[in-house]
Protein backbone atom coordinates (compact mmCIF):
# COMPACT_ATOMS: atom_id res chain seq x y z
CA UNK A 1 0.00 0.00 0.00
CA UNK A 2 0.82 3.26 -0.61
CA UNK A 3 0.91 6.08 2.03
CA UNK A 4 1.10 9.54 1.67
CA UNK A 5 4.57 11.24 2.69
CA UNK A 6 4.64 13.16 4.74
CA UNK A 7 -20.43 -10.97 22.70
CA UNK A 8 -20.12 -13.20 24.67
CA UNK A 9 -20.79 -11.18 28.21
CA UNK A 10 -19.09 -8.17 27.93
CA UNK A 11 -18.54 -5.56 31.46
CA UNK A 12 -16.80 -2.80 31.61
CA UNK A 13 -16.35 -1.87 35.62
CA UNK A 14 -19.01 -2.81 38.29
CA UNK A 15 -22.56 -1.73 38.55
CA UNK A 16 -25.51 -2.57 36.34
CA UNK A 17 -25.15 -3.60 32.78
CA UNK A 18 -27.65 -2.02 30.10
CA UNK A 19 -28.62 -4.31 26.79
CA UNK A 20 -26.11 -2.73 24.86
CA UNK A 21 -23.41 -4.04 27.09
CA UNK A 22 -22.45 -0.83 28.35
CA UNK A 23 -22.49 0.11 31.85
CA UNK A 24 -22.83 3.65 32.26
CA UNK A 25 -21.31 4.07 35.37
CA UNK A 26 -18.61 3.01 34.51
CA UNK A 27 -18.49 4.96 31.16
CA UNK A 28 -18.83 7.86 33.11
CA UNK A 29 -15.69 7.08 35.60
CA UNK A 30 -13.89 6.45 32.48
CA UNK A 31 -14.87 9.67 30.98
CA UNK A 32 -13.36 11.23 34.10
CA UNK A 33 -10.22 9.56 33.26
CA UNK A 34 -10.03 10.51 29.99
CA UNK A 35 -8.44 13.73 31.32
CA UNK A 36 -5.69 12.15 33.21
CA UNK A 37 -4.88 9.53 30.21
CA UNK A 38 -4.59 5.77 31.03
CA UNK A 39 -2.42 2.98 30.45
CA UNK A 40 -4.14 0.06 29.18
CA UNK A 41 -2.00 -3.46 29.31
CA UNK A 42 -3.53 -6.19 27.38
CA UNK A 43 -2.44 -9.82 28.80
CA UNK A 44 -2.52 -13.14 26.81
CA UNK A 45 -5.72 -14.02 28.27
CA UNK A 46 -7.22 -11.06 27.20
CA UNK A 47 -7.68 -8.78 30.06
CA UNK A 48 -7.10 -5.38 29.98
CA UNK A 49 -5.13 -3.85 33.42
CA UNK A 50 -5.77 0.53 33.45
CA UNK A 51 -3.02 2.43 35.21
CA UNK A 52 -2.77 5.80 36.08
CA UNK A 53 -0.80 7.46 32.85
CA UNK A 54 2.71 8.38 34.11
CA UNK A 55 2.63 6.12 37.25
CA UNK A 56 4.95 3.60 37.78
CA UNK A 57 4.32 0.53 37.18
CA UNK A 58 7.42 -1.80 37.45
CA UNK A 59 9.82 -2.47 34.93
CA UNK A 60 9.00 -0.97 31.95
CA UNK A 61 8.88 -3.63 29.10
CA UNK A 62 10.66 -3.45 25.96
CA UNK A 63 8.26 -2.30 23.01
CA UNK A 64 8.53 -4.52 20.05
CA UNK A 65 6.06 -1.86 17.59
CA UNK A 66 5.07 1.52 18.74
CA UNK A 67 2.90 3.92 17.19
CA UNK A 68 0.24 6.77 17.20
CA UNK A 69 -3.21 7.15 16.59
CA UNK A 70 -5.18 10.23 16.32
CA UNK A 71 -8.61 11.03 15.22
CA UNK A 72 -11.48 13.67 14.19
CA UNK A 73 -9.31 16.38 13.07
CA UNK A 74 -12.44 18.44 11.27
CA UNK A 75 -10.13 20.77 9.34
CA UNK A 76 -12.29 23.48 8.37
CA UNK A 77 -14.58 23.58 11.47
CA UNK A 78 -15.09 27.00 13.30
CA UNK A 79 -17.82 26.43 15.50
CA UNK A 80 -17.78 27.75 19.41
CA UNK A 81 -16.58 24.23 20.35
CA UNK A 82 -13.38 25.26 18.90
CA UNK A 83 -12.63 28.16 16.52
CA UNK A 84 -8.66 26.92 15.82
CA UNK A 85 -8.48 23.09 14.98
CA UNK A 86 -5.34 23.71 13.45
CA UNK A 87 -4.03 24.63 16.22
CA UNK A 88 -5.17 21.72 18.53
CA UNK A 89 -4.27 19.49 15.91
CA UNK A 90 -0.78 21.11 15.53
CA UNK A 91 -0.31 20.69 19.29
CA UNK A 92 -1.01 17.05 18.87
CA UNK A 93 1.97 16.63 16.41
CA UNK A 94 3.69 18.62 18.61
CA UNK A 95 3.00 16.38 21.28
CA UNK A 96 3.60 13.25 19.21
CA UNK A 97 7.08 14.61 18.03
CA UNK A 98 8.06 15.12 21.80
CA UNK A 99 7.53 11.27 23.07
CA UNK A 100 10.40 9.94 24.42
CA UNK A 101 9.90 6.84 22.48
CA UNK A 102 9.30 8.16 18.69
CA UNK A 103 6.37 6.00 16.82
CA UNK A 104 6.93 4.37 14.15
CA UNK A 105 3.96 5.43 11.97
CA UNK A 106 0.99 7.38 12.48
CA UNK A 107 -3.18 5.87 12.19
CA UNK A 108 -5.56 8.68 11.57
CA UNK A 109 -9.01 7.21 11.91
CA UNK A 110 -10.77 9.31 10.08
CA UNK A 111 -12.80 12.83 10.37
CA UNK A 112 -9.52 14.70 8.03
CA UNK A 113 -11.74 17.28 7.33
CA UNK A 114 -15.63 18.87 8.18
CA UNK A 115 -16.67 19.56 4.88
CA UNK A 116 -14.63 17.67 2.52
CA UNK A 117 -12.99 20.29 0.96
CA UNK A 118 -10.16 20.82 -0.67
CA UNK A 119 -8.74 23.47 1.23
CA UNK A 120 -9.22 21.45 4.43
CA UNK A 121 -7.43 17.99 3.15
CA UNK A 122 -4.31 20.86 2.11
CA UNK A 123 -4.74 22.20 5.26
CA UNK A 124 -4.25 18.99 7.01
CA UNK A 125 -1.53 17.49 4.76
CA UNK A 126 0.38 21.11 5.31
CA UNK A 127 0.42 19.94 9.33
CA UNK A 128 1.11 16.50 8.83
CA UNK A 129 4.54 17.15 7.18
CA UNK A 130 5.81 17.92 10.23
CA UNK A 131 5.13 14.68 12.13
CA UNK A 132 7.94 12.34 13.05
CA UNK A 133 7.32 10.11 11.61
CA UNK A 134 6.29 10.67 8.25
CA UNK A 135 4.55 7.43 7.15
CA UNK A 136 0.38 7.85 8.01
CA UNK A 137 -1.94 5.20 7.51
CA UNK A 138 -5.53 6.60 7.07
CA UNK A 139 -9.36 5.46 7.32
CA UNK A 140 -12.02 7.95 6.31
CA UNK A 141 -14.36 9.36 8.36
CA UNK A 142 -18.27 10.55 7.09
CA UNK A 143 -17.04 14.48 6.71
CA UNK A 144 -14.20 12.87 4.38
CA UNK A 145 -17.10 11.23 2.40
CA UNK A 146 -20.07 13.35 1.99
CA UNK A 147 -19.65 15.29 -1.09
CA UNK A 148 -18.35 13.16 -3.49
CA UNK A 149 -18.66 9.79 -2.07
CA UNK A 150 -14.88 9.66 -1.05
CA UNK A 151 -13.76 10.14 -4.51
CA UNK A 152 -11.02 13.00 -3.04
CA UNK A 153 -10.49 11.31 -0.10
CA UNK A 154 -9.07 8.13 -2.39
CA UNK A 155 -7.33 9.93 -4.64
CA UNK A 156 -5.24 11.65 -1.66
CA UNK A 157 -5.18 8.74 0.80
CA UNK A 158 -6.33 5.72 -0.79
CA UNK A 159 -4.00 4.59 -3.93
CA UNK A 160 -3.46 1.42 -4.16
CA UNK A 161 -6.60 0.26 -1.45
CA UNK A 162 -9.26 -2.05 -2.24
CA UNK A 163 -12.95 -1.16 -3.00
CA UNK A 164 -13.48 1.97 -1.51
CA UNK A 165 -10.47 2.23 0.88
CA UNK A 166 -9.85 -0.94 2.94
CA UNK A 167 -6.46 -2.51 3.01
CA UNK A 168 -4.42 -4.74 5.12
CA UNK A 169 -0.77 -4.45 5.91
CA UNK A 170 2.24 -6.62 8.25
CA UNK A 171 4.53 -4.83 10.44
CA UNK A 172 6.69 -6.38 12.72
CA UNK A 173 4.48 -10.06 13.47
CA UNK A 174 1.52 -7.58 14.05
CA UNK A 175 -1.27 -7.52 10.90
CA UNK A 176 -3.40 -4.46 10.51
CA UNK A 177 -6.41 -4.12 8.78
CA UNK A 178 -8.27 -0.85 7.71
CA UNK A 179 -11.57 -0.90 7.29
CA UNK A 180 -14.45 2.01 6.01
CA UNK A 181 -17.75 1.97 7.63
CA UNK A 182 -18.71 5.64 6.56
CA UNK A 183 -20.14 5.25 2.83
CA UNK A 184 -23.42 3.18 3.33
CA UNK A 185 -25.10 5.48 6.30
CA UNK A 186 -28.57 4.30 7.31
CA UNK A 187 -28.36 5.49 10.68
CA UNK A 188 -25.17 3.68 12.08
CA UNK A 189 -21.97 2.70 9.75
CA UNK A 190 -22.07 -0.18 7.76
CA UNK A 191 -19.72 -2.46 5.93
CA UNK A 192 -21.13 -3.72 3.30
CA UNK A 193 -20.79 -7.18 1.81
CA UNK A 194 -17.99 -6.52 -0.59
CA UNK A 195 -15.73 -5.50 2.13
CA UNK A 196 -16.67 -8.48 4.75
CA UNK A 197 -16.02 -10.83 2.02
CA UNK A 198 -12.17 -9.04 1.46
CA UNK A 199 -12.04 -9.38 4.93
CA UNK A 200 -12.44 -12.87 5.34
CA UNK A 201 -9.85 -13.56 2.52
CA UNK A 202 -7.17 -11.63 3.79
CA UNK A 203 -7.46 -12.81 7.79
CA UNK A 204 -7.53 -16.18 5.55
CA UNK A 205 -3.93 -16.18 5.38
CA UNK A 206 -3.18 -15.01 8.82
CA UNK A 207 -2.33 -17.38 12.10
CA UNK A 208 -4.73 -17.43 14.67
CA UNK A 209 -1.24 -16.61 16.78
CA UNK A 210 -0.82 -13.37 15.13
CA UNK A 211 -1.93 -10.19 17.18
CA UNK A 212 -4.80 -8.28 15.07
CA UNK A 213 -5.16 -4.54 15.27
CA UNK A 214 -8.19 -3.41 12.86
CA UNK A 215 -8.82 0.64 12.62
CA UNK A 216 -12.01 2.24 11.32
CA UNK A 217 -13.59 5.59 11.97
CA UNK A 218 -17.52 4.15 13.05
CA UNK A 219 -17.05 1.84 15.96
CA UNK A 220 -17.17 -1.42 15.40
CA UNK A 221 -19.53 -2.01 18.64
CA UNK A 222 -23.04 -0.47 19.69
CA UNK A 223 -21.78 2.03 21.91
CA UNK A 224 -25.19 3.77 21.48
CA UNK A 225 -27.17 2.80 18.67
CA UNK A 226 -29.67 5.76 19.19
CA UNK A 227 -27.10 7.88 18.20
CA UNK A 228 -25.64 5.66 15.06
CA UNK A 229 -22.48 5.15 17.06
CA UNK A 230 -21.85 1.58 15.91
CA UNK A 231 -21.86 -0.57 12.72
CA UNK A 232 -24.83 -2.41 11.66
CA UNK A 233 -22.91 -5.41 10.23
CA UNK A 234 -19.96 -5.44 12.37
CA UNK A 235 -20.68 -8.81 13.92
CA UNK A 236 -20.48 -10.68 10.35
CA UNK A 237 -16.66 -9.07 10.11
CA UNK A 238 -16.08 -9.74 14.05
CA UNK A 239 -16.84 -13.49 13.21
CA UNK A 240 -13.80 -13.88 11.11
CA UNK A 241 -11.98 -12.09 14.02
CA UNK A 242 -13.22 -14.54 16.96
CA UNK A 243 -10.09 -17.36 15.98
CA UNK A 244 -7.15 -15.01 17.03
CA UNK A 245 -5.88 -14.95 20.44
CA UNK A 246 -5.29 -10.96 20.50
CA UNK A 247 -7.53 -8.09 18.57
CA UNK A 248 -7.37 -4.51 19.02
CA UNK A 249 -10.09 -2.43 17.20
CA UNK A 250 -9.15 1.03 17.05
CA UNK A 251 -11.81 3.75 16.28
CA UNK A 252 -13.14 7.20 16.09
CA UNK A 253 -16.24 8.86 16.05
CA UNK A 254 -17.55 9.52 19.19
CA UNK A 255 -14.63 12.09 20.38
CA UNK A 256 -13.95 10.60 23.71
CA UNK A 257 -12.42 7.45 24.82
CA UNK A 258 -14.26 4.38 25.91
CA UNK A 259 -13.14 0.74 26.22
CA UNK A 260 -14.89 -2.14 25.79
CA UNK A 261 -13.57 -6.16 26.53
CA UNK A 262 -15.77 -8.82 24.18
CA UNK A 263 -13.79 -12.07 25.03
CA UNK A 264 -10.34 -11.79 22.67
CA UNK A 265 -11.54 -8.54 21.55
CA UNK A 266 -10.80 -4.89 22.98
CA UNK A 267 -12.30 -1.93 21.38
CA UNK A 268 -10.74 1.24 21.78
CA UNK A 269 -12.54 5.01 21.03
CA UNK A 270 -9.64 7.85 20.40
CA UNK A 271 -10.19 11.61 21.41
CA UNK A 272 -10.56 14.15 18.67
CA UNK A 273 -7.87 16.52 18.10
CA UNK A 274 -10.77 19.14 17.34
CA UNK A 275 -13.63 18.98 19.62
CA UNK A 276 -15.38 16.94 22.32
CA UNK A 277 -19.02 15.41 22.12
CA UNK A 278 -21.67 14.78 25.05
CA UNK A 279 -21.24 11.39 26.64
CA UNK A 280 -24.14 9.13 25.54
CA UNK A 281 -27.67 9.91 26.58
CA UNK A 282 -26.19 12.97 28.39
CA UNK A 283 -27.88 15.79 25.19
CA UNK A 284 -30.35 15.48 22.91
CA UNK A 285 -28.19 14.26 20.33
CA UNK A 286 -24.45 14.10 19.44
CA UNK A 287 -22.48 17.03 18.50
CA UNK A 288 -19.54 19.28 18.83
CA UNK A 289 -19.67 19.82 23.06
CA UNK A 290 -18.64 23.58 23.88
CA UNK A 291 -16.74 22.94 27.13
CA UNK A 292 -14.67 25.76 29.25
CA UNK A 293 -11.90 27.29 27.34
CA UNK A 294 -9.63 25.97 30.07
CA UNK A 295 -10.73 22.58 29.74
CA UNK A 296 -10.60 22.01 25.95
CA UNK A 297 -7.23 20.58 25.67
CA UNK A 298 -8.09 18.32 28.79
CA UNK A 299 -10.68 16.40 26.31
CA UNK A 300 -8.45 16.37 23.01
CA UNK A 301 -5.80 13.89 22.20
CA UNK A 302 -4.16 11.32 20.88
CA UNK A 303 -3.84 7.38 21.82
CA UNK A 304 -0.12 6.21 22.12
CA UNK A 305 0.00 2.51 21.48
CA UNK A 306 3.35 -0.42 22.38
CA UNK A 307 3.22 -3.65 21.18
CA UNK A 308 5.18 -5.70 23.94
CA UNK A 309 6.26 -8.62 21.71
CA UNK A 310 7.48 -11.12 24.17
CA UNK A 311 4.40 -11.20 25.88
CA UNK A 312 2.07 -10.37 22.89
CA UNK A 313 0.71 -7.49 24.94
CA UNK A 314 -0.44 -4.26 23.58
CA UNK A 315 -0.71 -1.18 25.99
CA UNK A 316 -2.40 2.12 24.96
CA UNK A 317 -2.02 5.53 26.51
CA UNK A 318 -4.68 7.83 26.19
CA UNK A 319 -2.69 11.28 26.06
CA UNK A 320 -4.24 14.59 26.18
CA UNK A 321 -3.15 17.97 25.25
CA UNK A 322 -3.43 19.40 28.82
CA UNK A 323 -3.50 17.37 31.54
CA UNK A 324 -6.52 18.38 34.09
CA UNK A 325 -5.70 19.36 37.51
CA UNK A 326 -6.06 16.70 40.14
CA UNK A 327 -9.86 16.63 41.33
CA UNK A 328 -11.27 16.21 44.70
CA UNK A 329 -13.06 12.41 45.20
CA UNK A 330 -16.26 15.05 46.09
CA UNK A 331 -15.65 16.22 42.60
CA UNK A 332 -15.21 13.11 41.02
CA UNK A 333 -16.75 9.84 43.44
CA UNK A 334 -14.16 7.90 41.38
CA UNK A 335 -11.01 10.07 42.33
CA UNK A 336 -9.94 7.39 44.91
CA UNK A 337 -9.97 4.58 42.75
CA UNK A 338 -7.39 6.46 40.52
CA UNK A 339 -5.04 5.90 43.23
CA UNK A 340 -4.91 2.04 42.56
CA UNK A 341 -4.59 -0.66 39.70
CA UNK A 342 -8.14 -1.33 38.02
CA UNK A 343 -8.81 -4.88 36.85
CA UNK A 344 -11.56 -4.81 34.38
CA UNK A 345 -13.23 -8.71 33.76
Known amino acids: MSVKSRESDPKIFDGNQSND ?3 RRGFLKCMAWAGTGLLWTITAEGIPTSHIFGAKNGKKAESGLHFVQISDSHMGFNKPA ?27 TGDLSH ?9 LDQILKSAQPRQIFYVPGE ?7 GKQYLDRYGKDTKGKGWYS ?3 KGVHFVGLVNVLQLEGMGQLGEEQ ?3 LKDDLSAVSASTPVVVFAHIPLWSVY ?17 RRFGSVTVLNGHIHQVMQKVEGNLTFHTAMSTAFPQPAPGT ?7 KVPAERLRTLLGLADVHYLQQNNHLAIVDSPLMTAAADSAETHPSANLLRTELQLR
Open 196 to 198: IAW
Open 21 to 23: GIN
Open 143 to 149: HDTSIDD
Open 82 to 108: NTDVVSTLQATIDRINSLSEPPEFIIH
Open 169 to 171: LNH
Open 225 to 241: PDWGWGTKDSEQALGHL
Open 115 to 123: QSKPGEFDT
Open 283 to 289: APAPGPM
